[in-house]
Protein backbone atom coordinates (compact mmCIF):
# COMPACT_ATOMS: atom_id res chain seq x y z
CA UNK A 1 0.00 0.00 0.00
CA UNK A 2 1.63 3.65 -1.01
CA UNK A 3 1.88 5.57 1.98
CA UNK A 4 3.93 9.01 1.76
CA UNK A 5 7.44 9.40 2.58
CA UNK A 6 7.84 10.57 5.74
CA UNK A 7 8.87 13.86 6.62
CA UNK A 8 11.48 15.09 8.62
CA UNK A 9 12.36 11.74 8.88
CA UNK A 10 15.87 11.82 10.87
CA UNK A 11 14.99 15.04 12.29
CA UNK A 12 11.96 13.92 14.12
CA UNK A 13 13.51 10.73 15.45
CA UNK A 14 16.67 12.47 16.05
CA UNK A 15 14.62 14.73 18.36
CA UNK A 16 13.66 11.61 20.76
CA UNK A 17 17.45 10.96 21.72
CA UNK A 18 16.56 7.58 21.41
CA UNK A 19 17.69 5.27 24.27
CA UNK A 20 18.28 1.69 23.47
CA UNK A 21 16.78 0.10 26.27
CA UNK A 22 13.85 2.99 26.00
CA UNK A 23 10.22 3.15 25.49
CA UNK A 24 8.30 4.87 22.41
CA UNK A 25 5.52 5.73 21.12
CA UNK A 26 4.61 6.91 17.22
CA UNK A 27 1.13 8.79 17.55
CA UNK A 28 0.21 8.43 13.50
CA UNK A 29 1.86 4.86 12.84
CA UNK A 30 0.66 5.41 8.69
CA UNK A 31 3.10 3.74 6.53
CA UNK A 32 5.52 2.90 9.52
CA UNK A 33 8.59 4.80 7.93
CA UNK A 34 8.83 6.75 11.31
CA UNK A 35 8.34 3.68 13.84
CA UNK A 36 10.73 1.38 11.59
CA UNK A 37 13.62 4.31 12.09
CA UNK A 38 13.19 4.27 16.06
CA UNK A 39 13.25 0.51 16.09
CA UNK A 40 16.71 0.55 14.03
CA UNK A 41 17.94 2.97 16.81
CA UNK A 42 16.30 0.89 19.68
CA UNK A 43 18.28 -2.32 21.29
CA UNK A 44 16.95 -5.55 21.85
CA UNK A 45 15.23 -4.95 25.01
CA UNK A 46 13.80 -1.48 23.68
CA UNK A 47 9.94 -1.49 22.79
CA UNK A 48 8.00 0.90 20.65
CA UNK A 49 3.99 1.12 20.57
CA UNK A 50 2.36 2.61 17.35
CA UNK A 51 -1.37 3.80 17.57
CA UNK A 52 -3.13 4.35 14.22
CA UNK A 53 -7.02 4.55 14.15
CA UNK A 54 -7.43 3.79 9.77
CA UNK A 55 -7.58 0.10 9.12
CA UNK A 56 -5.21 0.92 6.02
CA UNK A 57 -2.83 1.18 8.67
CA UNK A 58 -3.32 -2.27 9.50
CA UNK A 59 -1.60 -3.75 6.53
CA UNK A 60 1.64 -2.08 7.33
CA UNK A 61 2.40 -3.45 10.45
CA UNK A 62 6.13 -3.92 11.14
CA UNK A 63 6.73 -7.82 12.00
CA UNK A 64 9.20 -7.18 15.34
CA UNK A 65 8.67 -8.29 18.75
CA UNK A 66 9.53 -5.15 19.90
CA UNK A 67 6.71 -3.42 18.45
CA UNK A 68 3.27 -3.34 18.82
CA UNK A 69 0.24 -1.39 16.69
CA UNK A 70 -2.57 -0.50 19.01
CA UNK A 71 -5.24 0.89 16.60
CA UNK A 72 -7.09 3.50 18.30
CA UNK A 73 -7.18 7.42 18.21
CA UNK A 74 -4.01 8.91 19.94
CA UNK A 75 -6.72 10.77 22.04
CA UNK A 76 -6.55 7.91 24.46
CA UNK A 77 -2.87 7.05 24.50
CA UNK A 78 -2.60 7.27 28.15
CA UNK A 79 -5.34 4.32 28.09
CA UNK A 80 -4.33 1.97 26.37
CA UNK A 81 -0.46 2.48 27.16
CA UNK A 82 -2.09 1.40 31.10
CA UNK A 83 -3.49 -1.31 29.06
CA UNK A 84 -0.45 -2.68 27.91
CA UNK A 85 1.38 -2.35 31.28
CA UNK A 86 3.27 1.41 30.79
CA UNK A 87 2.74 4.37 32.37
CA UNK A 88 5.58 6.01 31.47
CA UNK A 89 7.99 6.50 28.45
CA UNK A 90 11.06 8.06 27.25
CA UNK A 91 9.43 9.43 24.12
CA UNK A 92 6.54 10.64 22.00
CA UNK A 93 6.27 11.35 18.24
CA UNK A 94 3.65 12.93 16.26
CA UNK A 95 3.54 13.58 12.06
CA UNK A 96 0.30 15.04 12.16
CA UNK A 97 -2.25 16.05 9.52
CA UNK A 98 -3.58 13.51 6.20
CA UNK A 99 -1.22 10.61 4.89
CA UNK A 100 -0.83 10.62 1.10
CA UNK A 101 -2.19 7.43 0.89
CA UNK A 102 -5.42 9.07 2.36
CA UNK A 103 -5.35 11.86 -0.05
CA UNK A 104 -4.78 9.46 -3.17
CA UNK A 105 -7.42 7.12 -2.19
CA UNK A 106 -10.70 8.90 -3.97
CA UNK A 107 -13.07 6.78 -2.12
CA UNK A 108 -12.26 8.60 1.10
CA UNK A 109 -12.84 12.01 -0.23
CA UNK A 110 -10.22 13.68 1.47
CA UNK A 111 -8.65 14.68 -1.61
CA UNK A 112 -9.66 18.06 -3.60
CA UNK A 113 -8.13 16.36 -6.98
CA UNK A 114 -10.68 13.31 -7.52
CA UNK A 115 -14.08 12.82 -7.35
CA UNK A 116 -15.30 10.53 -4.60
CA UNK A 117 -17.79 10.29 -1.43
CA UNK A 118 -18.13 12.95 0.87
CA UNK A 119 -16.56 10.98 3.59
CA UNK A 120 -12.95 12.08 4.87
CA UNK A 121 -13.40 9.84 8.38
CA UNK A 122 -9.70 8.94 9.26
CA UNK A 123 -11.75 5.96 10.90
CA UNK A 124 -14.16 4.37 8.96
CA UNK A 125 -16.10 3.43 12.21
CA UNK A 126 -16.89 7.30 13.48
CA UNK A 127 -20.59 8.58 12.58
CA UNK A 128 -20.02 12.04 11.10
CA UNK A 129 -18.75 11.83 7.69
CA UNK A 130 -18.24 15.19 5.61
CA UNK A 131 -21.76 14.59 3.87
CA UNK A 132 -23.25 14.84 7.04
CA UNK A 133 -21.49 17.84 7.83
CA UNK A 134 -22.39 19.56 4.67
CA UNK A 135 -25.89 18.13 4.43
CA UNK A 136 -27.10 18.24 7.82
CA UNK A 137 -25.02 21.53 9.74
CA UNK A 138 -27.23 24.20 9.96
CA UNK A 139 -25.63 27.73 8.26
CA UNK A 140 -24.55 29.20 11.30
CA UNK A 141 -22.41 26.04 12.34
CA UNK A 142 -21.11 25.68 8.64
CA UNK A 143 -19.77 29.59 8.55
CA UNK A 144 -18.24 28.59 11.95
CA UNK A 145 -15.92 25.92 11.04
CA UNK A 146 -15.29 27.24 7.78
CA UNK A 147 -13.97 30.55 9.51
CA UNK A 148 -12.56 28.57 12.56
CA UNK A 149 -11.04 25.73 10.95
CA UNK A 150 -10.41 27.19 7.30
CA UNK A 151 -9.99 30.69 8.05
CA UNK A 152 -12.17 31.80 5.79
CA UNK A 153 -13.00 35.03 5.52
CA UNK A 154 -16.15 34.90 3.27
CA UNK A 155 -17.54 31.89 5.46
CA UNK A 156 -21.24 33.28 5.71
CA UNK A 157 -21.55 33.36 2.24
CA UNK A 158 -20.40 30.16 1.34
CA UNK A 159 -22.40 28.72 4.37
CA UNK A 160 -25.23 30.39 2.57
CA UNK A 161 -24.78 28.85 -0.49
CA UNK A 162 -23.99 25.17 0.58
CA UNK A 163 -27.54 25.31 2.33
CA UNK A 164 -29.34 26.39 -0.80
CA UNK A 165 -27.95 24.05 -3.07
CA UNK A 166 -28.56 21.27 -0.93
CA UNK A 167 -32.04 22.25 -0.41
CA UNK A 168 -32.41 21.82 -4.21
CA UNK A 169 -30.14 18.05 -4.18
CA UNK A 170 -28.01 16.48 -1.30
CA UNK A 171 -24.41 17.06 -2.20
CA UNK A 172 -22.93 13.93 -2.09
CA UNK A 173 -19.22 14.09 -3.84
CA UNK A 174 -16.07 16.19 -3.87
CA UNK A 175 -16.86 17.08 -7.05
CA UNK A 176 -20.57 18.37 -6.48
CA UNK A 177 -19.10 20.44 -3.52
CA UNK A 178 -16.23 22.28 -6.04
CA UNK A 179 -19.31 22.61 -8.68
CA UNK A 180 -21.42 23.87 -5.63
CA UNK A 181 -18.85 26.70 -4.93
CA UNK A 182 -17.33 27.22 -7.98
CA UNK A 183 -18.50 30.86 -7.63
CA UNK A 184 -15.98 31.30 -4.85
CA UNK A 185 -13.37 29.44 -6.57
CA UNK A 186 -11.50 32.30 -8.64
CA UNK A 187 -8.87 30.84 -11.27
CA UNK A 188 -5.57 31.94 -9.53
CA UNK A 189 -6.50 31.01 -6.06
CA UNK A 190 -9.27 28.08 -6.48
CA UNK A 191 -6.78 25.17 -5.42
CA UNK A 192 -5.61 27.37 -1.96
CA UNK A 193 -9.66 28.11 -1.49
CA UNK A 194 -10.80 24.70 -2.18
CA UNK A 195 -8.07 23.15 -0.22
CA UNK A 196 -9.16 25.66 3.22
CA UNK A 197 -12.86 24.60 2.80
CA UNK A 198 -11.74 21.08 3.02
CA UNK A 199 -9.14 21.58 5.17
CA UNK A 200 -12.02 22.98 7.67
CA UNK A 201 -14.37 19.65 6.86
CA UNK A 202 -12.07 17.45 8.03
CA UNK A 203 -10.96 19.02 10.80
CA UNK A 204 -14.48 18.61 12.07
CA UNK A 205 -15.41 15.39 10.97
CA UNK A 206 -12.09 13.98 12.86
CA UNK A 207 -12.14 16.10 15.87
CA UNK A 208 -8.36 16.81 14.74
CA UNK A 209 -7.78 20.11 16.89
CA UNK A 210 -9.62 18.23 19.62
CA UNK A 211 -7.64 15.52 19.77
CA UNK A 212 -4.78 17.25 19.49
CA UNK A 213 -5.39 19.42 22.56
CA UNK A 214 -6.50 16.19 24.45
CA UNK A 215 -3.06 14.48 23.58
CA UNK A 216 -0.72 17.27 24.21
CA UNK A 217 -2.26 17.57 27.96
CA UNK A 218 -1.28 13.72 28.57
CA UNK A 219 2.58 14.72 27.73
CA UNK A 220 3.29 15.72 31.36
CA UNK A 221 1.98 12.88 33.05
CA UNK A 222 3.33 10.07 30.14
CA UNK A 223 6.65 11.36 30.02
CA UNK A 224 9.76 10.12 32.02
CA UNK A 225 12.02 13.36 33.66
CA UNK A 226 14.21 13.30 30.39
CA UNK A 227 11.91 11.89 27.86
CA UNK A 228 11.40 14.01 24.36
CA UNK A 229 8.04 15.22 23.01
CA UNK A 230 8.63 15.66 18.68
CA UNK A 231 5.77 17.04 16.99
CA UNK A 232 5.10 17.84 13.24
CA UNK A 233 2.43 20.07 12.33
CA UNK A 234 1.33 20.86 8.66
CA UNK A 235 -0.81 24.25 9.13
CA UNK A 236 -0.98 26.91 11.54
CA UNK A 237 -4.05 25.96 13.86
CA UNK A 238 -2.18 22.93 15.01
CA UNK A 239 1.10 24.58 15.10
CA UNK A 240 -0.21 27.39 17.18
CA UNK A 241 -1.63 24.83 19.48
CA UNK A 242 1.39 22.92 19.71
CA UNK A 243 3.82 26.08 20.06
CA UNK A 244 1.19 27.37 23.01
CA UNK A 245 1.44 23.81 25.22
CA UNK A 246 5.29 23.85 25.18
CA UNK A 247 5.49 27.74 25.40
CA UNK A 248 2.37 27.75 28.65
CA UNK A 249 0.83 24.65 29.15
CA UNK A 250 -2.21 26.49 27.92
CA UNK A 251 -3.86 26.73 24.82
CA UNK A 252 -6.11 29.93 25.51
CA UNK A 253 -5.36 32.56 28.37
CA UNK A 254 -2.12 33.83 30.19
CA UNK A 255 -0.15 31.90 32.10
CA UNK A 256 -0.40 32.82 35.73
CA UNK A 257 3.11 33.63 37.78
CA UNK A 258 3.63 33.45 41.77
CA UNK A 259 4.26 36.62 43.71
CA UNK A 260 8.04 35.69 43.14
CA UNK A 261 7.37 35.63 39.21
CA UNK A 262 7.87 31.76 38.88
CA UNK A 263 5.44 30.25 36.54
CA UNK A 264 4.54 26.22 36.70
CA UNK A 265 4.35 25.44 32.76
CA UNK A 266 4.98 21.66 32.42
CA UNK A 267 7.31 21.73 29.37
CA UNK A 268 10.22 23.48 27.56
CA UNK A 269 11.01 23.86 23.99
CA UNK A 270 14.07 21.89 22.94
CA UNK A 271 15.95 23.68 20.35
CA UNK A 272 14.29 25.98 17.65
CA UNK A 273 12.01 25.32 15.10
CA UNK A 274 12.89 23.08 12.58
CA UNK A 275 11.35 23.15 8.89
CA UNK A 276 12.40 20.49 5.30
CA UNK A 277 15.48 21.94 3.58
CA UNK A 278 14.52 22.75 -0.03
CA UNK A 279 16.05 19.78 -1.17
CA UNK A 280 13.55 17.93 0.96
CA UNK A 281 10.62 19.62 -0.57
CA UNK A 282 11.76 19.21 -4.04
CA UNK A 283 11.56 15.63 -3.53
CA UNK A 284 8.63 15.66 -1.35
CA UNK A 285 6.30 18.12 -2.22
CA UNK A 286 3.83 17.21 1.55
CA UNK A 287 7.14 18.49 3.30
CA UNK A 288 6.64 22.52 2.30
CA UNK A 289 4.62 23.17 5.33
CA UNK A 290 6.15 21.05 7.62
CA UNK A 291 6.88 22.38 10.84
CA UNK A 292 8.63 20.41 13.63
CA UNK A 293 8.90 21.18 17.37
CA UNK A 294 10.59 19.00 20.55
CA UNK A 295 9.63 19.56 23.88
CA UNK A 296 10.64 17.83 27.30
CA UNK A 297 9.85 18.15 31.08
CA UNK A 298 10.71 21.60 32.21
CA UNK A 299 13.38 21.10 35.35
Known amino acids: MNYHNPVLLQESVDALAIKEDGVYVDVTFGGGGHSREILKRLGKNGKLFGFDQDPD ?60 DLDMRMNQKSKTSAKEIVNKYSEEKLAEILFLYGELRNSRNIAKTIVEKRQEEKIDTSFQLRQVLQKYLPKAKEHKIIAQIFQAIRIEVNEELDVLKEFLEQ ?81
Open 219 to 299: MPSLLKEDGRLSVISYHSLEDRLVKRFIRTGLFQGELEKDVFGRSNEPMQKVGKLIVPTPQEIKLNNRARSAKLRIATLKK
Open 57 to 116: ALANVIDDERFVLIPENFRYISRFLRFHGVRKVDGVLADLGVSSHQFDEAERGFSTRFDG
